[in-house]
């Protein structure tokens, strides 16, 4: 039998910065319209140190899960598992806000693409170019149950976020006429009658948001240990501050207040922002149905769920009317059934899986090579489902209808706003915000420590520092979110 393939420090570095550099780099000079240079360059740090230290804790944690497996799903059976619901809908909400946000980017480049070759009306509307895309590109691949061949689009969205940062950079340094000709007052300090910061403050938090890639990242390295994975964090998140601070203060310091949501629509036509264009379009439109997928499998599980307590609560009901008699009978009954339930994909698979979560990570221990599979690469797909779909097959009918309803409504959105920063603001606002703060803040305050705990032992110094940043990360994430989304709502973040 072949040795296991483990993933590098490189290909961990490459998998968190390509989930984080999405579409919300194109909105990244935007976000600095109400903030200013200076306050912008703060919050852009504040908000990577956060999300850092969301990281970190992830890192931590990862020793209370089976080892090889750790995912959400297994750390909150830890604490609740009435809260992996909560997370299922957190990442839903999140890659179906990705999703929606890529189509508008579809929506706005692919006429500026095509105005150079055509005149023709059809031709120019973004409306006919997302349906195009969606119908016969991306509908299509998101209706695919493996996304091995999309593995390879990490390479191209890195070189897609390098050529847009040369870009944005050579038009700073060397601007032409018509690009002086569009800029507008620039703030070094917060600027005056450009709104409420907090309508593009989720955009900062969306920037950094890979947190939902890690655990799948940790589970592929050779190297599992706190040390090893912090270096992996750090590099990423370095590297993702210093393409935000390029690319956000140049493109906000070259068009002023005048700038807009998706900056590369500003640039006039040539063959190197047609080339940024394309290559960004090639991007976003691989990239939707890596967001389709968890999102389908984070529904499915939320779908599962709701079934399991409906039964439950009906088998509870049943016990009830039959009286104490038909107690032990009926608790037989409901084990039986629920172990036929589970026939459906997505519940037994997990259930058993969290039961057993001891017995694997002793097996895994002894064995530390038996979990991992052997056809993992050094390149991996930007979002790797946070259940692994070969756990939760989702075949038949019910794959396709969730798949379908998805696609329509990520159409439906897409082609009904024209913001991509309002979208990028609730998407951080809701999802970004939880997996970034708030989920690894619980997990870090909740099971960091616990071991001293349990054991009734003083909690070390260093493991206590820790476990309180969880409870001031996860207070931080409360907060952002609270404020975010309301800002985003009521103040909104205008095209």
């Given at each position: 039998m072949s040795e296991p393939t483990?993933?590098?420090?490189?290909?961990?570095?490459?998998?968190?910065?390509h989930?984080?550099?999405?579409?919300?780099?194109?909105?990244?000079?935007?976000?600095?319209?109400?903030?200013?240079?200076?306050?912008?360059?703060?919050?852009?740090?504040?908000?990577?140190?956060?999300?850092?230290?969301?990281?970190?804790?992830?890192?931590?944690?990862?020793?209370?899960?089976?080892e090889r497996a750790a995912s959400f799903f297994s750390l909150t059976q830890k604490i609740n598992p009435n809260l992996s619901v909560v997370f299922d809908l957190a990442i839903a909400i999140k890659?179906?806000?990705?999703?929606?946000?890529?189509?508008?980017?579809?929506?706005?480049?692919?006429?500026?693409?095509?105005?150079?070759?055509?005149?023709?009306?059809?031709?120019?509307d973004r409306v006919f170019h997302i349906t195009l895309i969606m119908a016969f590109v991306a509908g299509p691949l998101c209706l695919l149950k493996n996304l091995n061949s999309l593995r390879y689009a990490s390479m191209v969205a890195i070189s897609a976020v390098a050529y847009l940062c040369i870009?944005?950079?050579?038009h700073f340094i060397f601007p032409s006429q018509e690009i002086k000709d569009l800029k507008g007052d620039f703030a070094v300090w917060f600027p005056h009658n450009e709104g409420s910061p907090l309508s593009t403050l989720p955009i900062f938090v969306f920037a950094y948001t890979c947190h939902h890639n890690v655990f799948a990242v940790i589970n592929e390295q050779k190297k599992t240990r706190f040390a090893h994975?912090?270096?992996?964090?750090i590099i990423a998140m370095l590297l993702a501050l210093v393409l935000y601070v390029l690319i956000g203060g140049a493109g906000y310091f070259t068009f002023g207040n005048h700038i807009v949501g998706n900056i590369i629509t500003l640039y006039p036509h040539s063959i190197t922002s047609t080339i940024g264009r394309v290559a960004i379009v090639f991007l976003v439109t691989l990239a939707f149905p890596l967001q389709c997928h968890p999102a389908r499998a984070s529904i499915h599980h939320i779908i599962c769920y709701i079934k399991h307590k409906a039964k439950k609560r009906d088998q509870n009901q049943q016990i009830k009317v039959s009286g104490p008699i038909q107690i032990i009978r009926s608790e037989t009954e409901s084990a039986t059934l629920l172990n036929n339930e589970t026939e459906e994909p997505g519940w037994n698979t997990f259930t058993e899986h969290?039961?057993?979560?001891?017995v694997d990570a002793a097996t895994s221990s002894s064995n530390p090579t038996s979990e991992v599979d052997p056809s993992v690469s050094e390149t991996n797909i930007e979002e790797h489902p946070i259940f692994n779909p070969e756990n939760t097959p989702l075949e038949g009918k019910t794959f396709k209808i969730i798949t379908l309803i998805l696609i329509a409504c990520a159409y439906t959105v897409a082609i009904s706003v024209t913001s991509l920063a309002h979208v990028l603001a609730i998407v951080g606002a809701t999802g970004s915000t939880s997996i970034s703060f708030i989920l690894p803040g619980l997990f870090g305050f909740t099971l960091i420590g616990s071991e001293y705990t349990e054991a009734d032992e003083e909690i070390p110094l260093k493991t206590k520092i820790f476990k309180y940043a969880g409870l001031l990360l996860l207070i931080w994430g409360i907060l952002v979110m609270v404020a975010s989304l309301f800002a985003a709502i009521f103040l909104g973040a205008s095209h």
């Open positions: 483990y993933s590098n420090t490189r290909s961990g570095v490459i998998t968190l910065l989930t984080a550099c999405g579409a919300g780099i194109l909105a990244m000079p935007f976000a600095f319209k109400p903030f200013g240079l200076v306050p912008g360059f703060a919050m852009l740090t504040i908000c990577g140190l956060c999300s850092l230290l969301g990281l970190l804790l992830q890192a931590r944690v990862y020793r209370y899960a089976p890659c179906f806000g990705v999703g929606v946000s890529y189509m508008i980017v579809v929506g706005d480049l692919m006429p500026q693409i095509v105005s150079g070759l055509t005149k023709n009306a059809l031709l120019l870009l944005v950079l050579v994975v912090k270096v992996i964090a969290a039961d057993d979560s001891h």
